[in-house]
């Protein structure tokens, strides 16, 4: 009887062994296929510069339930006031896959990674960094986005070529002039109406009331 029953748990342990296994596997096939929630932002997301100056931005990612691998990168600005300089990749993103290009056209770009697939970017940080200088002030804040997808792109594992980014955030670049002044814009003239004539009374109008009055005497 003891050996029956100690037969039968064998049994139910051997039964139970690939029922864990398998749902162990489906519930890391759900985590792995999480929806696209990942997010960049540039920070600061505002700033003040003087003409000349150069300064750094942060792209910052958040990847909610995402692991993602690779992150492609293109930064737009208006070459007008700004000038990229540099981009290089931040610490949560060790990998450089694809080399910076800057375009002085008004944009940079450089591909970041995970070191490797069993080591996913999760979480917040910095995934690269910009440099820039401020060239010419401006009369109102200048932009600093993303572009959209696919030349920002996110993969993550387990969502094969789908982008995870759902989110793109933006900084607002105020320029001043080389010593610190705000530009300047003047005002449009508004231009001085002219003054309608003053009418006075004709000569011949008095000439015939003088008239009038010598004939009634």
Not at 9 to 31: D, M, Q, Y
Not at 41 to 69: C, H, M, W, Y
Not at 100 to 106: L, N, V
């Amino acid at each position: 009887m003891k050996k029956l029953f100690l037969y039968f748990s064998i049994g139910i342990i051997i039964l139970a062994i690939p029922i864990t296994v398998f749902v162990a596997g489906k519930n890391s096939e759900v985590r792995k296929r999480a929806a696209p929630a990942s997010t960049l932002s540039l920070i600061p997301a505002s700033l003040t510069r003087k003409a000349g100056e150069t300064f750094s931005l942060e792209v910052k990612i958040d990847t909610a339930s995402n692991q993602v691998g690779i992150i492609q990168l293109r930064i737009l600005y208006d070459p007008a006031y700004l000038e990229a300089q540099d981009i290089t990749n931040g610490p949560l993103a060790p990998s450089i896959r694809v080399s910076k290009k800057i375009d002085p056209t008004g944009n940079i770009s450089i591909t970041v990674g995970a070191k490797d697939n069993t080591n996913p970017i999760t979480g917040t940080g910095t995934v690269a960094v910009l440099t820039m200088k401020a060239v010419a002030a401006s009369a109102s804040p200048v932009t600093v986005k993303f572009a959209s997808a696919p030349d920002t792109f996110g993969n993550a594992i387990g969502e094969g070529n789908h982008d995870v980014i759902i989110g793109r955030t933006a900084a607002s670049i105020t320029i001043l002039n080389a010593d610190g002044t705000a530009i300047t814009i003047n005002p449009t003239e508004t231009p001085t109406p002219a003054l309608s004539p003053t009418l006075t009374p004709t000569e011949e109008a008095t000439d015939s009331g003088t008239q009038a009055s010598s004939s009634a005497l």
